[in-house]
């Protein structure tokens, strides 16, 4: 009886193990490796930070005290295009026989990853002291001195969060071209494709397009500084009238949904 119990739970441990290797679809994947895979989880797991990144600042524009309602909308738009990307991945990933897991979302991770990332990228926005305070403020952390509460008054809101924006447009940019780079080691010509001609030339003109938003709001903040106010009034009102309020709808006049 004892023996017999023995190769029973031999047998069910053995399928489970072999039911735990079978993650890929095997009818269905061709020319998808693992590292492949990974790397394509990696940026599905990416756009849904990012989804929730930009809902974190709509919800920081839309407060009372900062009243930025048309910027607002605009980040939060930036959020459903950003989680419609993951959920076009999770498609795409199926569709090639992929095995797709969805990480926990951390909010004062994401701040603190996007922040190691911009150190020597050439870019220079490191260097301004409140980088991801917004981040760090709606997740209930302090990045620096410069991050706290009570010293919010003196934020260029918008400016840094277009800063802070971009710099996770170049850190997702970087990620896609690390996935490109895989797809071409591995001969994957439908993945390349697929990058080539939708993400990374979405992801071009958005780093463009949100460095163009940003260099406007400087030349408001330059000098003394006692236009800045003014100009991003200006700036929120464009977005409150706009009917196109994502950066990538702008420029592409469609939206991120043919595969």
């Not at 199926?94 to 994401?110: A, E």
């Not at 330059?222 to 009917?243: A, H, I, M, R, V």
Request: hydrophobic fraction near 40%.
């Amino acid at each position: 009886m004892e023996h017999t119990a023995v190769k029973v739970f031999t047998v069910v441990v053995l399928v489970i193990s072999v039911t735990a290797g079978q993650d890929m679809v095997e009818e269905v994947r061709q020319n998808l490796n693992q590292t492949v895979n990974d790397l394509l989880v990696h940026q599905i797991n990416l756009e849904l930070n990012a989804s929730y990144f930009y809902q974190a600042y709509a919800s920081y524009f839309n407060r009372a005290d900062v009243d930025l309602l048309g910027i607002g909308q605009f980040f939060n738009n930036q959020s459903l295009e950003e989680r419609g990307h993951a959920n076009h991945l999770i498609e795409y990933l199926n569709k090639r026989g992929g095995h797709v897991t969805i990480k926990r979302f951390d909010l004062t991770s994401t701040c603190d990853t996007l922040l190691n990332a911009v150190q020597g990228d050439g870019s220079g926005l490191y260097d301004r002291e409140t980088r991801m305070c917004i981040c760090n403020f709606v997740a209930n952390g302090i990045a620096n001195e410069k991050c706290t509460a009570d010293s919010r008054a003196a934020w260029s809101e918008s400016l840094i969060a277009f800063e802070d924006a971009l710099v996770l447009e170049r850190y997702e940019n970087s990620k896609l071209l690390e996935l490109h780079h895989a797809a071409e080691e591995a001969d994957d010509a439908d993945l390349a494709h697929l990058l080539e001609h939708n993400l990374l030339e979405e992801q071009v003109a958005t780093i463009y397009e949100i460095a163009q938003l940003i260099y406007r709001l400087r030349l408001f903040a330059s000098g003394n500084g006692t236009k800045y106010k003014l100009g991003e009034f200006l700036l929120d009102q464009e977005f409150q009238k706009s009917p196109i309020q994502t950066v990538q709808g702008a420029v592409t006049g469609r939206s991120f949904t043919n595969y």
